[in-house]
């Protein structure tokens, strides 16, 4: 019975979600597996494996071939580098020990530019947020800036509105003056 490791899609629509499972190969994609051997979320940046190396390794050993999504997997989480530490073992040029440190060295190694990963990412998203924070300030005082000159206008405007009316206020007193002036003309005539 030939047996593969692939993936088996699980999730919503839009939001898949992945096991990892050593599966018969006339199963169907999202049918009956054999054993599931972890899950993979490619939601997350960067995307979350969690896998059982030991029996990826087993399944490796016994002729389960992976598919190419599931070879990458297993690549990223060193399945396929222990399994070849341990056919060094099984052939003589290393030790177990030898190969266990050499695992833990790259297992070490590989957490390491994952961590570098994160970190540049969280970085990169401080300085989108401050940047962000940053033109929105410039956004603002923009706005206060625009808007102190027509509220200078406006208040120019009441200026204006108010010396008006006292001109209009002196020109109608002369006008009211004027009768009062004639009659005082007439009486000196």
């Known amino acids: 019975m030939p047996v593969k490791i692939r993936l088996q899609r699980h999730g919503k629509k839009g939001k898949p979600f992945y096991w990892v499972v050593a599966a018969d190969v006339r199963a169907k994609r999202d049918g009956k597996f054999l054993e599931k051997l972890g899950t993979y979320n490619p939601n997350t940046n960067p995307a979350t494996i969690n896998l059982d190396v030991d029996g990826s390794v087993k399944w490796l050993q016994n002729g389960a071939q992976p598919t190419d999504t599931a070879r990458a997997i297993l ?10 530490l341990l056919g060094g073992v099984r052939k003589g040029a290393l030790t177990e020990e030898q190969a266990e440190e050499k695992f833990k060295a790259w297992l070490e190694e590989k957490e390491q530019k994952i961590q570098d990963k994160k970190e540049g ?18 956004a603002n005082e923009k706005r206060a ?5 027509e509220e200078e206008v406006a208040e120019e405007a009441a200026e204006e509105t108010a010396e008006a009316a006292t001109e209009e206020t002196a020109e109608e007193a002369p006008v009211e003056k004027a009768p009062a002036a004639e009659e005082a003309d007439k009486k000196e005539e």
């Open 145 to 149: 800036a625009a808007a102190l000159p």
């Open 121 to 138: 990412l969280s970085k990169a998203e401080a300085e989108a947020r401050a940047k962000a924070l940053e033109a929105e300030k410039e």
């Open 75 to 84: 690549s990223y989480k060193g399945v396929l580098m222990k399994h070849h």
